[in-house]
């Protein structure tokens, strides 16, 4: 059972425009949805992250908007560049779970110039 | 900021033999350590949690008799895949929560790219 689901699976984007990816969640026992960025053979690195009680989070061109009724949640990064072309994957997690993290599926996204 | 080192970063190992990875936070403690698998283009998946002193919690599906974890230290865990076989190739991360809140201070190793011949 996929907890969280992420759309679309890759994403392609003119530089300059906006990157936009959707996640789902099921479990409304979930916290804290973070994103991160991933780049071909390295780990994670997180990128941005909200908590339930709060509609939107922006920190410089990244964006997460969130939809509690909805059980959704989706990061927009305006004004992409090349830079961006990486894997992001949402997650969400639980409080009392120290930290454990279910992810969704991924989007490849990749930036023109 | 924290970090955590993974060793080694590729391993080729030969059908049948045991490969261990070790997952070290380099300036924090942590008593939890996560061990995740990634398939190429996949997402991460959640194999196991790692307490320090105690035994570690598989996620359902994951055989713990072929990927053993062990958290000797607060600042150490390793896994080794045992007998491994061509399907055990794959990416795997460790992370473990840093200083503060553990959702909000995830910190990622680097991987080990795993590939058994």
């Known amino acids: 059972q996929q907890q969280v689901k992420q759309s679309p699976q890759s994403l392609i984007v003119q530089k300059g425009g906006i990157s936009i990816i959707n996640c789902a969640y099921e479990?409304?026992?979930?916290?804290?949805f973070p994103w991160y960025q991933q780049f071909p053979g390295k780990g994670p690195a997180l990128l941005i992250a909200i908590r339930p009680d709060v509609s939107e989070k922006k920190e410089g061109r990244f964006t997460i908007s969130f939809n509690k009724s909805a059980k959704q949640f989706s990061l927009h990064i305006m004004d992409s560049q090349p830079g961006d072309s990486a894997t992001y994957f949402c997650?969400?997690?639980?409080?009392?779970?120290?930290?454990?993290?279910?992810f969704g599926q991924g989007t490849e996204l990749s930036v023109k110039p | 900021g924290a970090v955590v080192s993974q060793h080694p970063s590729r391993v080729i190992c030969k059908s049948g033999t045991s490969v261990k990875i070790e997952c070290r936070s380099l300036?924090?403690?942590?008593?939890?350590m996560f061990w995740y698998r990634q398939f190429p283009k996949k997402s991460l998946m959640l194999m196991a949690t790692s307490n320090e002193g105690s035994k570690a919690t598989y996620e359902q599906g994951v055989e713990k008799d072929k990927f053993l974890i062990n958290h000797a230290s607060l600042t150490l865990s390793t896994l080794t895949v045992t007998s491994a076989h061509p399907e055990d190739s794959s990416f795997y991360i460790c992370s473990a929560p840093g200083p503060g809140r553990a959702q909000e201070t995830q910190y990622f190793g680097p991987g080990t790219r795993l590939l058994v011949l």
């Open positions: 300036d924090f403690q942590a008593t939890t």
């Open positions: 997650a969400a997690s639980k409080e009392n779970q120290g930290g454990k993290l279910i």
């Open positions: 479990n409304t026992a979930f916290d804290y």
